[in-house]
């Protein structure tokens, strides 16, 4: 069984840092990539940050140049460091893993996210 645990969130002002960690766990995978995802109340579900297992990565055009998602194979966590936070990064964060099971399509696994709240 494969599990997703996203750590780290919290309350911070404005122009604060804070740094979040997502935790796989399970057997029998292949990990294909790993990406945040934030979700505001009323809002769908967005992409914030990617990175594959080729070390690539992506960012939403909102947080480019003050986010940096990074990963620790040894340990299958990934981490979502967030420094100069604005109010509009409020919102819940959602870990997915995308990975295969053998000769099975990939499938997305997510965590039970985790709340950012920037305070003005």
């Known amino acids: 069984q494969v599990q997703v645990v996203e750590s780290g969130g919290g309350l911070v002002q404005a122009g604060g840092s804070l740094r979040l960690s997502c935790a796989v766990s399970?057997?029998?995978?292949?990990?294909?990539?790993m990406s945040w995802h934030r979700q505001a109340p009323g809002d769908q579900r967005d992409l914030v940050a990617q990175?594959?297992?080729?070390?690539?990565?992506d960012y939403a055009d909102s947080v480019k140049g003050r986010f940096t998602i990074s990963r620790d194979d040894a340990k299958d966590t990934v981490y979502l460091q967030m420094n100069s936070l604005k109010p509009e990064d409020t919102a819940v964060y959602y870990c997915?893993?995308?990975?295969?099971?053998?000769?099975?399509?990939?499938?997305?696994?997510w965590g039970q996210g985790t709340q950012v709240t920037v305070s003005s």
């Open positions: 997915k893993l995308l990975a295969s099971k053998g000769l099975r399509p990939p499938s997305a696994y």
């Open positions: 990175i594959t297992t080729g070390g690539s990565t």
């Open positions: 399970g057997s029998g995978f292949s990990i294909i990539s």
